[in-house]
């Protein structure tokens, strides 16, 4: 397991695997399926697979600790870069495609409608994460501080959900999906740092205490 | 006859220490293909597209009714695959798929309420009251898409003559068949069901509200609210409420199901209107489905010559 989870060719079809959603656009464009509204379905697809990248990315940090696999943080840059690729084609679907370049009426949108606020908000809040994902931007701004300012993915994931809630008519269950998953593995990490307090606590109070593991959030 | 049975477990029956300690690699490996199979059932539907849905029946004698639009019809693919039905299911691909087996024989319509002469209609006697004319409408989503559709029907007048409504008639309230047994998803659409709508009596008199029996030539598909439906064409789509069963004349306002939902964005009229937006989007203007740039949206659905006069006075800010 460890060897293949720390294989570059397992990477490499990570990778191409991330992409899959992008060739069923491209695929059923060719094929002229993309329904009879195409710019509602290419709006749709990737603005759901920007929920789902969102999602796998913040469910890492769980999985190395519950799966005891540390090595599957070599793929959470992937899977953010992924979340924020899918941003962007979602975002520019709505420029080029949805709104045509008009740029009056979209400053309204993002102005007037909550949902596209929100929207809009979580996409910009991205922004920065995506560009200092690179190894050079971590040294330049320190772990901590890069850490810190990389936990606005929270803030984006949330936005996304609530974008997504407050888009829909009347069948919330989709939204709620999502609003259950982001949840969940918030609520992980908060479990993890109120026990890794304590545990700190513990172990600084009683002098001599060790502490076994460090943990991570 | 003797069943031979192997004695015990014996030593070579030991789960390898090797097996049990991968019990991890194990699930993760269940896992991976259970997401593998869900993933191909998602590929090859989205790939493919959903089914074809029912087949209709060609419907003969039909007239071209002289008023109609001359623009482009929108194809019956699209008409038929691209759904608001939520009983079905509310994604717009679903009805076509889970509308297939809707069993829509034998079909009655009970007239009642406040009328002279209440009576139960059967669907062959519906397809025989009036000389059934093709009628080709605007029809705009509230969503902010539309579609041109060559509907079959007659105005939705002759049947209110027929019943004779009372001088307390002042609505018109439609109900459509709900059956959860035939429409599972129904439970979770959002919205109260059976689907309730309703149109004031001078509304539903007006000779564009049309009784709708077919389009393109034939009977209704089942994902498009067979066997008979109501079109109201200078209304958003959720007004003309689909398979009815039911029609009563009332005294007052009668209930709708999107206003229960959520009274703040469908207010009872509905009409076509792109000077006032939905709370959450512009109405201002449509795509047409086919098109690729967005239309203005026309007042009243571009009918504001024959229904205007209907609201007369009347704040359509106020009664959106």
């Not at chain 2, 009036?130 to 939705?156: D, Q, T």
């Not at chain 2, 009815?244 to 207010?267: C, D, M, S």
């Not at chain 2, 076509?272 to 937006?277: A, M, S, T």
Request: proline residues 6%; positive net charge; hydrophobic residues 40%.
């Amino acid at each position: 397991m460890n060897s293949l989870l720390t294989s570059k060719w397992t990477k490499v079809v990570v990778f191409l695997f991330c992409l899959v959603p992008l060739e069923m656009l491209v695929l059923r464009a060719v094929r002229g399926n993309l329904t009879a509204n195409p710019i509602e379905f290419i709006t749709h697809t990737t603005g759901d697979w920007t929920l789902r990248f969102l999602v796998i990315t913040l469910a890492i940090t769980p999985l190395r600790s519950i799966l005891r696999l540390p090595q599957l943080i070599r793929f959470r840059r992937m899977f953010g870069l992924f979340a924020f690729f899918y941003a962007c084609l979602h975002f520019s679907t709505w420029i080029g495609l949805d709104k045509f370049f008009d740029w009056t009426e979209m400053w309204k949108d993002v102005q007037k409608r909550r949902f596209i606020t929100v929207g809009f908000t979580g996409f910009v809040l991205m922004i920065p994460l995506a560009i200092t994902s690179t190894a050079g931007w971590i040294r330049r701004l320190g772990g901590k501080r890069w850490q810190m300012l990389h936990r606005a993915i929270y803030f984006s994931a949330i936005a996304g959900v609530i974008h997504y809630y407050w888009l829909v008519k009347s069948d919330v269950r989709k939204p709620l999906q999502y609003a259950a998953m982001v949840g969940m593995l918030l609520a992980w990490r908060l479990g993890s740092w109120i026990y890794g307090r304590g545990r700190r606590v513990a172990a600084g109070s009683a002098p001599g205490g060790e502490i076994t593991t460090a943990e991570t959030a | 006859m003797l069943v031979k049975r192997s004695p015990d477990l014996t030593y070579k029956d030991v789960t390898p220490k090797g097996a049990y300690a991968n019990r991890r690699n194990f699930l993760l490996g269940l896992l991976a293909t259970t997401c593998a199979v869900a993933g191909w059932k998602k590929f090859s539907y989205l790939v493919s597209g959903p089914g074809t849905g029912s087949v209709p029946v060609k419907l003969n004698g039909v007239v071209k009714w002289p008023y109609s639009t001359t623009e482009k019809e929108t194809s019956f693919n699209d008409v038929t695959h691209y759904n608001n039905y939520y009983e079905f299911g509310t994604d717009k691909g679903e009805p076509a798929e889970n509308a297939k087996n809707f069993v829509t024989m034998p079909w009655s319509v009970s007239v009642e309420g406040e009328v002279k002469k209440p009576r139960k209609f059967s669907m062959d006697e519906i397809l025989k009251l009036a000389p059934l004319e093709e009628r080709i409408y605007r029809h705009r989503c509230v969503e902010g898409w539309s579609i041109v559709v060559p509907w079959i029907g007659y105005s939705f007048s002759t049947l209110v003559k027929l019943v004779e409504p009372t001088s307390k008639a002042q609505f018109v309230a439609f109900e459509s068949f709900y059956e959860p047994k035939q429409m599972p998803l129904g439970v979770s659409a959002g919205i109260e069901l059976p689907y309730v709508e309703g149109l004031r009596l001078d509304e539903a008199m007006n000779p564009l509200t049309l009784l709708c029996v077919g389009m393109y030539g034939a009977t209704l598909p089942n994902q498009d609210g067979a066997p008979v439906r109501m079109i109201i064409p200078w209304k958003y789509g959720f007004k003309s409420a689909k398979s009815l069963v039911k029609i009563r004349f009332v005294q007052n306002q009668p209930p709708t199901t999107w206003n229960i939902a959520n009274a703040h964005e469908y207010g009872f009229y509905s009409n076509v209107n792109p000077n006032v937006d939905h709370p959450r989007w512009s109405q201002a203007k449509e795509r047409r489905i086919g098109e690729f740039l967005r239309r203005p949206t026309l007042m009243f659905n571009g009918y504001g010559d024959q229904v205007a006069s209907l609201y007369n006075g009347m704040d359509l800010k106020k009664y959106y």
